[in-house]
T-cell receptor, first 115, second 113 residues
Framework: QQQVKQSPQSLIVQKGGISIINCAYE??????FPWYQQFPGKGPALLIA?????SEKKEGRFTISFNKSAKQFSLHIMDSQPGDSATYFC??????????????FGAGTTVTVRA | DTGVSQNPRHKITKRGQNVTFRCDPI?????LYWYRQTLGQGPEFLTY????????KSRLLSDRFSAERPKGSFSTLEIQRTEQGDSAMYLC???????????FGSGTRLTVV
């Protein structure tokens, strides 16, 4: 069963526009919510992450918004650039208070930025 | 240290053959993870090690799959009697005890023909 649901599957945005990707999770024990960026032929690379005690985190053009009550979080890419064209994965885990350190990943969103 | 290293990058094998992949994690990271990624999907958890101990295995990891991490350093993932359904990207990641963030390698792409 998929513990993290991600949408949309793909999106196209014009250069300078805003890309928004959404994720929802079920397990309220999850304690860490990262976003990964993956280019073709490469492994995923950590982009930005947030913990549930914070509602928003910004790093450069990338912002995570976190809604604990709705069990949802999203990635906003501001001023999108052609170099941002990649697949983005949300993830969640580990479970608070456990020795379970694995992350559960969403299915991914392919972002295409048109020049 | 240049990150997580995986070898080989690509492997083509005939159905029924055995294959072995290697992962060298970041040296100070005590946790090592194996994930499998198929086209259009996110990484799926296979197994993970804390130092040399294998702490969890996914139900995805059939009896044909085995992983080791001798001395808590590099790790190997072996698939015996490969099937076409094993074709995927096999990703290795590592993390340290105080940080949940993973560093992934570039993966090994397995094609079973």
């Amino acid at each position: 069963q998929q513990q993290v649901k991600q949408s949309p599957q793909s999106l196209i945005v014009q250069k300078g526009g805003i890309s928004i990707i959404n994720c929802a999770y079920e397990n309220t024990a999850f304690d860490y919510f990262p976003w990964y960026q993956q280019f073709p032929g490469k492994g995923p690379a950590l982009l930005i992450a947030i913990r549930p005690d914070v509602s928003e985190k910004k790093e450069g053009r990338f912002t995570i918004s976190f809604n604990k009550s709705a069990k949802q979080f999203s990635l906003h890419i501001m001023d999108s650039q052609p170099g941002d064209s990649a697949t983005y994965f949300c993830a969640a885990g580990p479970q608070r208070g456990s020795n379970d350190y694995k992350l559960s990943f969403g299915a991914g969103t392919t972002v295409t930025v048109r020049a | 240290d240049t990150g997580v290293s995986q070898n080989p990058r690509h492997k083509i094998t005939k159905r029924g053959q055995n294959v072995t992949f290697r992962c060298d994690p970041i040296s100070e990271h005590n946790r090592l993870y194996w994930y499998r990624q198929t086209l259009g999907q996110g990484p799926e958890f296979l197994t993970y090690f804390q130092n040399e101990a294998q702490l969890e295995k996914s139900r995805l990891l059939s009896d044909r799959f085995s992983a080791e991490r001798p001395k808590g350093s590099f790790s190997t993932l072996e698939i015996q009697r490969t099937e076409q359904g094993d074709s995927a990207m096999y990703l290795c990641a590592s993390s340290s005890g105080v940080n949940y963030g993973y560093t992934f390698g570039s993966g090994t792409r397995l094609t079973v023909v």
